[in-house]
């Protein structure tokens, strides 16, 4: 192949007119896919306690504790903080008690304002 | 007259921490020195305290790039300590996943050599480019970087006709602006001249050093794992190893770019013959006494496993080799006799990933001169020795908050 003088220029030329490809992203949003693994969202009313998730969860962001003596009823505290949102736990759980959802703005100034309890 | 000077560990040319000590005549280089360990993480020890499930995820995190070539490397070894076949779908999956990562990480070195040639404009346009293959691994997987799809026997999520469809429209565009890049970058005089004859390593040298990966294909041996030693669904996948015969950063490029138009077919070829039938089978969690040695072809080169098990549900020791290590002696042959100016571009040629290549502690005294390595527990035994020498009422140290 011949050398030429400045081929990259006829690109950089049109790409002046274009607009440009980056989002100004706290003011324009951009949607994620819908298979996107966001924060954890658990539902209490369908955990049988198994602690398979906590077992299985390879941030130890989970914790699994038993509500009441007599009956069967379990909250699940989220360590967000330590989560990798690998959804590991979506995977393992027996009774689909887990899902993701879209949220991925989760900043917070405190690492103690990223606990989440579902009751 | 000979100067001896240290680059490192923290140098804005060098984009992690490693410590580069050389000895110079005027501007070239006579002899160098590799120090690292400065961003040792002890993930080998920490694999041994997890289960196999947790362990994938772990390894993922080994580099932030090739994440999923340190997984299914786990997870083929694993499988295989198992004695359990993975699902046919899956495997395809795995295979289409793991070249999408390889385009992902070649457009992204693309970039890398182009800035630290001064070529600035072309590292925008190879990672503007390098945002839509990202976008097509984030609707797969769910994610950009680490995208968690392997699990033993399979993968964790299956591939839809809309997916499939939309992969095979946005490999097009990337098509077209590879041969763009490739054209460019054999016709821009000063983008050639600035590659040319940098970093030369014969291939002897090559064979010698052990190189790996397209450092060792630069120097003109077709010399590949997925060729050489088939995983997953390669030995079905017509493709030939990409090869220069220059030995210089030239070469390494040109053998990077061919690897992404062959990386196009492949996943072309993946996704027109993906098999029905289930993605993944159901995987024991224990695993019987036994070991197993992992090889697997990275974007940098090959990545090597070893895992050995002890009938739990947790591995008795997990050995990782990444490319950059084996490359690390060939880069001492290719920095002699170069110059200080073509230190950052000898580096990034070999695709440095420095942090997935620390893997063990070696202390240097300074006062002898002498390096040892130490294991963990005599680590800790020394750590305790110096702390029954402080004298704390001594000191009269106020917690400061």
């Known amino acids: 192949m011949s050398l030429r003088i400045a081929p990259f220029l006829p690109e950089l030329l049109r790409s002046l007119f274009k607009k440009p490809v980056t989002v100004k992203y706290p003011f324009e949003k951009e949607a994620v896919p819908k298979d996107f693994r966001g924060t954890v969202v658990f539902d209490p009313a369908k955990c049988i306690g198994c602690n398979i998730c906590v077992n299985d969860c390879p941030a130890e962001a989970i914790d699994i504790i038993r509500v009441s003596e007599t009956e069967k009823k379990f909250k699940m505290i989220l360590h967000n903080d330590r989560c990798i949102h690998c959804a590991q736990c979506v995977d393992s759980c027996p009774t689909k008690t887990y899902h993701m959802d879209l949220e991925y703005e989760t900043a917070a100034f405190s690492r103690w304002d990223l606990k989440i309890e579902y009751k | 007259m000979e100067y001896k000077v240290s680059l490192g560990p923290q140098h804005p040319a060098l984009h992690e921490a490693v410590s580069l000590r050389m000895t110079l005549d005027g501007e070239v280089i006579r002899d160098a020195d590799l120090k690292l360990g400065y961003s040792h993480r002890g993930i080998e020890k920490l694999a041994e305290e997890r289960s196999y499930i947790q362990n994938i995820y772990l390894t993922e995190?080994?580099?932030?790039?090739?994440?999923?070539?340190?997984?299914?490397?786990?997870?083929?070894?694993?499988?295989q300590l198992m004695e359990l076949v993975p699902a046919r779908r899956g495997l395809f999956i795995r295979t289409l996943i793991a070249e999408l990562e390889r385009v992902h990480s070649h457009l992204l070195w693309l970039g890398v050599a182009g800035q630290e040639a001064g070529f600035e404009s072309f590292f925008m346009y190879t990672w503007r480019d390098r945002e839509v293959v990202l976008d097509i691994l984030e609707w797969i997987s769910g994610n950009r970087v680490h995208y968690a799809m392997n699990i033993f026997g399979g993968v964790r999520r299956d591939i839809d006709e809309l997916q499939r469809k939309k992969i095979l429209d946005s490999l097009d565009l990337l098509k077209k602006r590879t041969d763009y890049y490739l054209n460019l970058a054999a016709s821009e005089p000063t983008f050639v001249g600035r590659l040319a004859g940098v970093g030369k390593l014969s291939r002897e040298d090559a064979i010698a050093l052990c190189?790996?990966?397209?450092?060792l294909r630069a120097s003109g041996i077709a010399s590949d794992v997925r060729k050489d030693d088939p995983y997953a669904v390669y030995g079905e996948i017509p493709f030939e190893v990409a090869t220069a015969d220059s030995c210089d950063v030239l070469g390494r490029a040109v053998v990077r770019v061919k690897e992404l138009i062959s990386s196009y077919a492949m996943i072309e070829f993946l996704l027109k013959n993906l098999p029905e039938g289930p993605f993944k089978v159901k995987a024991p969690r224990k695993v019987k006494p036994n070991e197993v040695y992992s090889r697997y072809e990275a974007p940098r080169g090959e990545n090597v496993h070893y895992i050995k098990s002890n009938g739990s549900d947790k591995p008795e020791r997990l050995k990782v080799r990444a490319p950059t290590l084996a490359n690390y002696p060939a880069t001492i042959a290719m920095l002699k006799k170069g110059f200080i100016a073509d230190i950052p571009l000898i580096f990034a040629a070999i695709d440095p990933c420095i942090c997935c290549a620390e893997r063990l502690v070696q202390l240097d005294d300074a006062r002898r001169g002498d390096s040892r390595v130490l294991?963990?527990?005599?680590?800790?035994s020394m750590a305790n020795e110096r702390a029954k020498k402080i004298?704390?009422?001594?000191r009269k140290i106020a917690w400061p908050f």
């Open chain 2, 211 to 215: 190189a790996v990966g397209p450092t």
């Open chain 2, 375 to 380: 294991s963990f527990s005599q680590l800790r």
């Open chain 2, 61 to 79: 995190r080994i580099c932030g790039i090739c994440s999923h070539s340190h997984t299914t490397c786990f997870t083929q070894g694993v499988e």
């Open chain 2, 391 to 394: 004298d704390f009422k001594k």
